[in-house]
């Protein structure tokens, strides 16, 4: 059990750019979450995925949010057009399929928004 | 839809005293609920969890958490603290035929010597 990985730690963009966060889970997990968290908040749900398929998606993930897991494993979250507002720490975590299976996060990914 | 809410938003306390974080969920339908530990510019990591059975659930470095159905709550305590434990702690709740987990705002506690 290697944990959660989640590529890059820190990013840092300039408005209006195009970022992509990676994620690769615990290889067994089967579930796959995307949360982001502001300073002070508890993590928000923007996303997850049951082995390839997308099943869920939160308000939040606005169109300019974008996320995939192609072939069940590695995740990958864009994010289009970069506002100020996205500055965020985006986590990644993983789980088996049963409802009582806790999720096991990664380190994040911290985006700053120039 | 469920909800959690963590009563406290910072907690600080001295070495070596007892702590309770204190947390209150919302739900229509029977839950799963744990708590998290986040130390800064680091992921979250799983304290402690209930699932059924005994309502006193142990976990990780001596906390222990008690469900409390009839007041739909989930305290999280431990009865001597260290610096170590100073940290920023999640609530977060799960229907049992769900599959979102839903987290609180996080309570601070700040150990102090």
């Known amino acids: 059990d290697t944990g959660v990985s989640q590529n890059p730690r820190h990013k840092i963009t300039k408005r209006g750019q195009n970022v992509t966060f990676r994620c690769d889970p615990i290889?067994?997990?089967?579930?796959l979450y995307w949360y982001r968290q502001t300073l002070g908040q508890g993590p928000e749900f923007l996303t997850y995925f049951q082995n390839e398929a997308q099943l869920e998606k939160s308000r939040l993930l606005s169109d300019r949010f974008s996320a995939e897991r192609p072939k069940g494993s590695f995740s990958t979250l864009e994010i289009q057009r970069t506002e100020q507002g996205d500055s965020a720490m985006y986590l990644c975590?993983?789980?088996?399929?049963?409802?009582?299976?806790?999720?096991?996060f990664g380190n994040g990914t911290r985006l700053t928004v120039t | 839809a469920q909800s959690v809410t963590q009563l406290d938003s910072q907690v600080p306390v001295f070495e070596e005293a007892p702590v309770e974080l204190r947390c209150n969920y919302s739900?229509?339908?029977?839950?799963?609920l744990f708590w998290y530990v986040q130390y800064p510019n680091q992921g979250l990591q799983l304290l402690l969890k209930y699932l059924s059975g005994s309502t006193l659930v142990k976990g990780i470095n001596g906390f222990e958490a008690e469900f409390n159905k009839s007041q739909t709550s989930f305290h999280l305590r431990k009865p001597s603290v260290h610096i170590s434990d100073t940290a920023e702690y999640f609530c977060?709740?799960?229907?049992?035929?769900?599959?979102?987990?839903?987290f609180g705002e996080g309570t601070q506690l700040t150990v102090n010597p």
């Open positions: 290889s067994e997990h089967n579930r």
């Open positions: 975590a993983s789980s088996l399929m049963t409802g009582n299976s806790p999720l096991h």
């Open positions: 739900s229509s339908v029977s839950v799963y």
């Open positions: 977060a709740v799960i229907e049992t035929s769900g599959s979102r987990l839903t």
